[in-house]
């Protein structure tokens, strides 16, 4: 299982690096990218509608009205597509849930020991 501390230890330093880099100028549409020491990229978005996420190495999305609030729904979906992975064989049989399965096993989850 994902410790889930640990997790939001880690997207809490990538929101403060993001929150000291100052008042940042929003147009309609500002994307920025962020690589954890997980293993995980972080596509952020931001617009008039509030900030969304995209995790490319897993293929899943969320979004938040703020930033601390986006760092909860990114720990949950990723917490709750790991454990989908480990409780329905026949889904993460199905590519590319297979392949991001053992990217949980190979990459993320060994990172967080």
Same mark, same amino acid.
């Given at each position: 299982m994902l410790k889930l501390h640990?997790?939001?230890?880690? =997207?809490?330093? =990538?929101?403060?690096?993001?929150? +000291? +880099?100052?008042n940042v100028q929003m147009s +309609?549409?500002?994307k920025r990218t962020y690589q954890t020491d997980i293993g995980l990229t972080l596509q952020i978005t931001h617009d008039e509608q509030g900030i969304a996420v995209y995790i490319p190495e897993l293929d899943i999305y969320t979004c938040a009205d703020t930033e601390s609030e986006l760092l909860d729904a990114i720990v949950d979906i990723t917490e709750e597509y790991w454990?989908?992975?480990q409780v329905n064989p026949a889904f993460r049989e199905r590519e590319p849930m297979r392949q991001h399965y053992f990217y949980y096993l190979n990459t993320v989850i060994p990172a967080l020991a």
């Open positions: 640990r997790t939001k230890i880690v =997207f809490a330093d =990538f929101m403060n690096y993001i929150n +000291k +880099k100052g +309609k549409v500002n454990l989908q992975l």
